[in-house]
C-alpha cells in the first residue's frame, strides 16, 4: 500500500524513500516551491507568500490551505494564530482591506 497525501493543493505519494507529487512524479523536496497552488492556480509571491494571499497586514505568516480548509492558518507577530474556517474568514477580510 502506498501512503498518499497533498502538498499545496496537490496530490502526493510516499515511492518508499521521498515524497513525489502524482502527476508529474517529481520529488516534492525540491520542486514544490515551483508549483503553483494545485487550487486557485497561483504562484507565490516573490516574497514566498501563498499568490492567493499576497502580503497580509499585521501577520507572521499565513496559508491558505490550498483548498483544505482545516489546513488553513493565520500566525500573528505575538504568537497567537487563528485556524480553519476562522483564518479563512480573517484572510478574506484582510484581503479585502478591512
Wanted: one cysteine or more.
Amino acid at each position: 500500500m502506498t501512503a498518499t497525501s497533498t502538498l499545496r493543493g496537490h496530490d502526493i505519494y510516499w515511492d518508499g524513500g521521498q515524497w513525489r507529487f502524482c502527476d508529474t512524479r517529481a520529488p516534492t523536496a525540491t520542486t514544490h516551491r515551483e508549483r503553483p497552488c494545485g487550487h486557485c492556480g497561483h504562484h507565490d509571491t516573490a516574497e514566498g507568500h501563498d499568490g492567493c494571499l499576497g502580503t497580509l497586514p499585521g501577520v507572521a505568516n499565513a496559508c491558505c490551505g490550498h483548498g483544505q480548509t482545516s489546513e488553513a492558518y493565520i500566525q500573528y507577530p505575538d504568537g497567537s494564530d487563528l485556524r480553519g474556517t476562522e483564518a479563512i474568514r480573517e484572510i478574506e477580510r484582510l484581503k479585502s482591506g478591512g
